[in-house]
Nanobody, 123 residues
Framework: QVQLVESGGGLVQAGGSLRLSCAASGRTFSSYATAWFRQAPGKEREFVAAISWSGGTTRYTDSVKGRFTISRDNTKNTVYLQMNSLKPEDTAVYYC????????????????WGQGTQVTVSS
């Protein structure tokens, strides 16, 4: 069993930056891909970014390309999402998720989920 805990959310003005962290604990192994999803009120959970265990493969949804960067530090069992040039439409609860295998954009393919952290971007 793997536990994931997100942190780093908060309230920022448009154009500002935040760095989210996803810390994994429990039994962790190689070959787990990790992703960030977000969910705004009244909307379905949306794929944001994903990274392979090695860090060699990253994926982003089009709306965040060039602004967000996903990375990981396996010595700390932590995945990060650096969020720059934030926009009000980025406001959502952000969740990290993990799965055995390669990166995926699909919610249903992820086995482990964190509790979420709120990101609010004001105009």
């Amino acid at each position: 069993q793997v536990q994931l805990v997100e942190s780093g959310g908060g309230l920022v003005q448009a154009g500002g930056s935040l760095r989210l962290s996803c810390a994994a604990s429990g039994r962790t192994f190689s070959s787990y891909a990790t992703a960030w999803f977000r969910q705004a009120p009244g909307k379905e959970r949306e794929f944001v970014a994903a990274i392979s265990w090695s860090g060699g493969t990253t994926r982003y949804t089009d709306s965040v390309k060039g602004r967000f960067t996903i990375s990981r530090d396996n010595t700390k069992n932590t995945v990060y999402l650096q969020m720059n040039s934030l926009k009000p439409e980025d406001t959502a609860v952000y969740y990290c998720a993990a799965r055995a295998g390669s990166t995926s954009r699909l919610v249903v393919e992820y086995e482990y989920w964190g509790q979420g952290t709120q990101v609010t971007v004001s105009s």
